[in-house]
């Protein structure tokens, strides 16, 4: 028994032994996540799909086949995704509400993981993490060498999923070759097998129907 308990004694001096030198390992990647607020600032956050619609490049309703999670890409200089993380997904369009769309269209957003590197390389030092606050969150030197890797996620990035149908309110910008998603996910609208589309910003339900109506001003 005397040696049984020297035993466990022995296996838990060891697993906070471990625990010890986890804690002690530097931090690897930077995590960022994004809310609803995006490029489309101030208080959109308050505003209904109508507004995104009036101010959209393109709107379509359509089926996401492919999402291209293994590959993201860096948000170019001087766009409002300067620096973040961008995945894009393939989109079979079924219905065109605004705009000249392909039957085929990628859409990206806000999600993936990328080198420190191509983070720090691009972002525009006002975004959603300045320099300066890099420091405070890491606040030596040696830490920020320690950083390998940015993880970035979004609101977009929760409802952007494969097979699912889906409204997207669309936009352009330069230096980014596929349409893109703002505000970090108030301009995508999963749509249930009953046609029933959940507003994000509204705590409750609406009929596809209902909402296209109000888009596109229909009576």
């Known amino acids: ?37 995006g490029p489309l600032s101030g208080e959109l956050v308050s505003r209904d799909p109508k507004y995104f619609y009036d101010h959209s ?26 620096g973040d993380a961008l995945t894009k997904a393939t989109v079979r369009v079924t219905e065109v509400l605004k705009g000249d769309l392909d ?38 030197d040696e830490e920020l060498k320690n950083l390998r890797e940015v993880s970035c996620t979004s609101v977009a990035a929760q409802k952007v999923i494969l097979g699912q149908k889906t409204l997207f309110l669309l936009y352009e910008t330069p230096g980014i070759d596929c349409f893109i998603l703002l505000t970090h996910g108030l301009t995508v609208y999963p749509i249930d097998d009953n046609d029933k589309v959940f507003l994000s910003q509204y705590p409750k339900y609406e009929t596809l129907e209902q909402l296209k109506s109000e888009l596109m001003g229909e009576d």
């Open 103 to 140: 039957d085929t269209i990628e859409v990206c957003y806000v999600s993936g993981t990328i080198p420190i590197e191509d983070y720090l390389d691009h972002f525009n030092y006002d975004g959603p993490l300045s320099r300066e606050e890099l420091k405070e969150r890491y606040a030596t």
């Open 1 to 37: 028994m005397k040696k049984r308990i020297i035993l466990l004694g022995a296996v838990f001096l060891f697993v906070l032994f471990l625990g010890g030198c986890a804690v002690s390992q530097p931090e690897t990647t930077m995590y960022l996540s994004y809310g609803t607020r």
């Open 57 to 82: 490049e393109a709107a379509c309703i359509g089926v996401v086949e492919e999402i291209q999670s293994d590959s993201p890409f860096v948000g170019p200089k001087n766009t409002p995704y300067a």
